[in-house]
Every structure is written in C-alpha cells, then in structure tokens.
C-alpha cells in the first residue's frame, strides 16, 4: 500500500511540477500557528476517472483544452481559462485535491514558505489525525495526507527544499 501511495503522490507532484494550478499566490509566507492563517502552497484537483478519454471528451465540449501529461500513461491535464484539472485513470480510488507548500499559482519556488512538517503540526495540534504523516525527522520534498468529514482526501505534497531559515 506505501508504495502505490509513493506512486500516487510521485505523479500528482508530475501534474503540479509540470503545470502549475490554481491557488496561492505570492503572498508572504506566515508561521504556522494557532493565531496566523496558514499558507497550503498552490492548489489543484486530480479527478480519478474510469475512462480517460470519455472524460477527456467531457471535459472538452465544456471547451477545456489538454495542455499536458501523458494519455499513454492515463494521466493528462486540462484546463480551461485559469480552471486546471488532472485526470487520472487507475492511479487512486477518489479524487484528491493537493495542496502544494512551496509553489506559488505559476508554479514558481518561493524562497520563503511555510515546510510541510510545520504545517502538519499545527494541523495535528488543532486536533486533525493525518491519514498518512511526514517524516518529521526529514528535510526537503515531503507529505502528508488528511481525509475530510465526507471521506475527501486533501495532500499536502512538497516537492522543493525546505526553507532556508
């Protein structure tokens, strides 16, 4: 099961590393606690479908266009103005959405964020249970998983060095 998580997580970091979504913006980065807002990084939607290229031709009669990803590989990306989804056929049961902490809505790096670590402890001080926890101990690319009340699940997937601080 860790492994075909590893997976999933290495092909949503793909469609965010590759382009972009939306979300955060270049807002300055705020420490995670209990009185300041957090920052989640970009944010983008990976539909999980049961036939790519049905879906595919659904969501071009509402005029979205494919503008990345690879269909050989059942994944593709498709947007619409400033609206991006993926589509992922096979590679997770539900639809996700990701939260990106260290990516701005270009997909730019941000030289100060706050680490996905950092966010998960604040989240589990507020009384959230992680579904799937990062590795405190650890530096750089990392995640973390959370299920909402309706069985969402919500990825807080960093891909980029920890900040320098």
Do not use: C
């Not at 913006?25 to 939607?45: K, V």
């Not at 992680?130 to 590795?135: C, L, N, S, T």
């Not at 405190?136 to 973390?144: D, I, K, N, R, V």
Request: glycine share 10%; aromatic share 10%; charged share 25%.
């Amino acid at each position: 099961m860790k492994t075909h998580t590893l997976a999933i997580a290495g092909a949503l970091a793909l469609f965010g590393a590759s382009f972009g979504a939306l979300g955060a913006g270049n807002a300055p980065p705020t420490q995670a606690t209990e009185n300041r807002t957090m920052d989640l990084g970009n944010f983008s939607i990976s539909l999980a479908v049961k036939d790519i290229r049905a879906s595919k031709a659904f969501y071009e009669k509402l005029d979205f266009k494919e503008v990345g990803g690879k269909l050989e590989q059942n994944w593709i990306v498709l947007q619409n103005g400033a609206a991006r989804i993926g589509l992922f056929q096979g590679m997770f049961d539900k639809n996700i959405m990701t939260f990106n902490p260290g990516w701005t809505k270009d997909k730019e790096t941000m030289k100060e964020f706050q680490d996905v670590r950092e966010l998960q402890r604040t989240l589990k001080a507020r009384g959230l249970k992680m579904a799937i926890e990062a590795d405190e101990a650890t530096e750089g690319p990392a995640y973390f998983q959370l299920t909402d009340p309706d069985g969402n699940t919500l990825l807080f997937d960093q891909h980029v060095p920890s900040p320098k601080r």
